[in-house]
C-alpha cells in the first residue's frame, strides 16, 4: 500500500516570488510519482510525472519536481510564480507494477497575490 | 478532439434513492477511472475497468456502488440507496491503454444527498 503526505493544506505567495509546495510518501515497492493541477471550475490534469531516469523533471509551464528516493519526497517548485499558478495541487504516487492504481494526497492550495 | 465528460454535472438526492452518474471517456482509450473527492481530500480511487471488464474495483467502498461499462466506452456509476456520506465529487479519468499511460480527467459530477 501506498500513502502520500502533503504537509500543507494553503500556500500563500506573492507573484514572482519562489515557491515549493511538499510532498512526502511511504510505500513497499517501487513507485512512479505524479503531479497534477486543478485550476478553479476545471478538472485534474497532469503538470508533471516522473517514471525512471533523471530524477529532476519539468513542465511546461516553469514547475519542476525532484525524485529523493532516499527521503521519499517529491517536492514541486517554481522559482517565480504567476497569478495563473493559483489552483489546487495535487501529488500522486503508484505503483510501479500491477494496476497502476494512484493514491492522492489531500492536496495544496496555491494562492499567489499580487 | 473532444475530452472526458460527465453528466449530470450536479446531481441533488434524497437519503434513500438510486442515482446513476454517466462518463464519457476519449475515444479510442481503453481504461476508465472512476474516483470519488470528498471536500478538502484528493481523489480516492474506486474502480478500474479495462475494456468492457472491472479489472480493479477495490476502492468501491461497499455493495451499495457498482459500475459498468458495457461496450467498452461509456461507463455508469450506480449508487443505491444513497446515503448523505456519499455526498461528494465523483470524478472519471481515462487513459489509452492503463497502466502509466497519462489519465485525462473529467469536469466531475457533484453529488449532494439530502
Known amino acids: 500500500a501506498q500513502s502520500v503526505t502533503q504537509l500543507d493544506s494553503q500556500v500563500p505567495v506573492f507573484e514572482e516570488a519562489p515557491v515549493e509546495l511538499r510532498c512526502n510518501y511511504s510505500?513497499?515497492?517501487?513507485?512512479?510519482l505524479f503531479w497534477y493541477v486543478q485550476y478553479p471550475n476545471q478538472g485534474l490534469q497532469l503538470l508533471l510525472k516522473?517514471?525512471?531516469?533523471?530524477?529532476l523533471v519539468e513542465s511546461i509551464n516553469g514547475f519542476e519536481a525532484e525524485f529523493n528516493k532516499s527521503q521519499t519526497s517529491f517536492h514541486l517548485r517554481k522559482p517565480s510564480v504567476h497569478i495563473s499558478d493559483t489552483a489546487e495541487y495535487f501529488c500522486?504516487?503508484?505503483?510501479?507494477?500491477?494496476?497502476?492504481?494512484?493514491?492522492f494526497g489531500r492536496g495544496t492550495s496555491l494562492i499567489v497575490h499580487p | 478532439g473532444a475530452g472526458v465528460s460527465q453528466t449530470p454535472s450536479n446531481k441533488v438526492t434524497e437519503k434513500g434513492k438510486y442515482v446513476e452518474l454517466r462518463c464519457d471517456p476519449i475515444s479510442g482509450h481503453t481504461a476508465l477511472y472512476w474516483y470519488r473527492q470528498s471536500l478538502g481530500q484528493g481523489p480516492e480511487f474506486l474502480i478500474y475497468f479495462q475494456g468492457t471488464g472491472a479489472a480493479d474495483d477495490s476502492g468501491l467502498p461497499n455493495d451499495r456502488f457498482f459500475a459498468v461499462r458495457p461496450e467498452g466506452s461509456v461507463s455508469t456509476l450506480k449508487i443505491q440507496r444513497t446515503e448523505r456520506g456519499d455526498s461528494a465529487v465523483y470524478l472519471c479519468?481515462?487513459?489509452?491503454?492503463?497502466?502509466?499511460?497519462?489519465?485525462?480527467f473529467g469536469p466531475g459530477t457533484r453529488l449532494l444527498v439530502l
Open positions: 479519468a481515462s487513459s489509452l491503454y492503463g497502466g502509466k499511460e497519462t489519465q485525462y
Open positions: 500522486a504516487v503508484t505503483p510501479s507494477g500491477g494496476s497502476y492504481i494512484p493514491t
Open positions: 516522473y517514471l525512471s531516469g533523471s530524477t
Open positions: 510505500s513497499s515497492v517501487s513507485v512512479y
